[in-house]
């Protein structure tokens, strides 16, 4: 039973990791973006979001396409695995964002912002692994696109 709740941390820190990378791709660069435009605090969130999901939902669906799975297949494959572990992310690090005093005004240059997204980027990853280790454990989030592959971890995502 320890290695199957063993296995199960791993998949769902995998899971987690990988939604954390393409979180932080659309994060930093809807972030960045933002601020150097001098966007509102909406504005800037909800292009980070976008992004977030964008990245998010392509880290899961390159390796899909490459192995020669069409978008039309890969694309909902993507959404069942990635969006509540994505969503329960962007909403965790972009409150955080808005809470700490300064952080979205800081600017790309400061080390407030970058500390504070890195701050708020490592939370949400703390976050959502139950989330993920709960949905793999049903069946469901990555454990859909896993099972696809014949259940084994592929790291390359």
Not at 112 to 130: D, K, Q, R
Request: glycine fraction near 12%.
């Amino acid at each position: 039973m320890a290695a199957k709740g063993s296995s199960l941390n791993r998949t769902a820190f995998s899971a987690t990791a990988h939604c954390l990378t393409g979180c932080a791709i659309g994060e930093v660069l809807g972030m960045v973006i933002g601020t150097a435009l001098g966007w509102g605090n909406f504005a800037t969130i909800v292009l980070a979001v976008v992004l977030a999901f964008f990245f998010g939902y392509a880290l899961t669906m390159l390796p899909l396409l490459r192995s020669g799975l069409a978008l039309a297949a890969a694309l909902p494959l993507a959404f069942a695995s990635d969006t509540l572990s994505i969503a329960v992310m962007e909403v965790v690090d972009n409150l955080i964002m808005l809470v700490i005093p300064g952080a979205m005004e800081a600017g790309v240059g400061s080390l407030l912002f970058w500390g504070s997204l890195a701050f708020a980027l490592a939370v949400a990853f703390v976050v959502a692994f139950p989330v993920n280790r709960y949905l793999i454990s049903k069946g469901r989030g990555h454990a859909v696109v896993h099972e696809y592959h014949g259940g084994h971890e592929h790291h390359g995502h």
